[in-house]
């Protein structure tokens, strides 16, 4: 069993994120698809793209992934999976699809959970503090600088 991944998204995320997926994970061809939502692209329009998106998809489970809720991606996402099995998640980012393409083998339960976490666990402040990283002054140190 192979979940297939779909991301639905504004132009040109979705189709950025796949070819991210494929430069890593290139095996991942077949179950990673993509759409890029155009601006001023028509809701009945997009759904109708998504549906043919996924006409050679297997039949097995799917995860859709798409980037803002309450925009037009994620309301066609919605409508999408409405009535089936399929699993949605927006908010997408590239820790949160690496995940579910290592673990697209997996129930599709398990790999929502598998999406959430590498999504937030992927997200982090990072601390620039060693004195390596620090710029030196090379001019007067009571000298002030009033830089934007």
Do not use: W
């Not at 698809?33 to 329009?45: C, G, N, R, T, Y």
């Not at 927006?90 to 598998?114: I, K, Q, W």
Request: proline residues 5%; contains cysteine.
């Amino acid at each position: 069993m192979s979940n297939s991944i779909f991301i639905i998204a504004h132009a040109p995320l979705a189709q950025a994120l796949r070819d991210c997926a494929l430069h890593v994970y290139p095996e991942c061809a077949e179950s990673v698809i993509a759409l890029d939502v155009m601006p001023h692209a028509q809701p009945e329009a997009t759904l109708l793209a998504a549906q043919l998106a996924l006409d050679n998809a297997p039949d097995e489970g799917l995860l859709v992934l798409t980037d803002i809720f309450g925009a037009t991606p994620a309301n066609v996402a919605q409508k999408l999976v409405a009535g089936s099995h399929a699993k949605l998640i927006a908010g997408v980012n590239l820790p949160m699809l690496f995940r579910t393409v290592c673990y697209r083998h997996e129930s599709l339960d398990a790999l929502v959970a598998r999406a959430l976490t590498g999504g937030t666990q992927g997200v982090m402040q990072v601390a620039v503090t060693a004195p390596q990283n620090q710029n030196r002054r090379t001019h007067d140190q009571n000298h002030r600088d009033h830089q934007q």
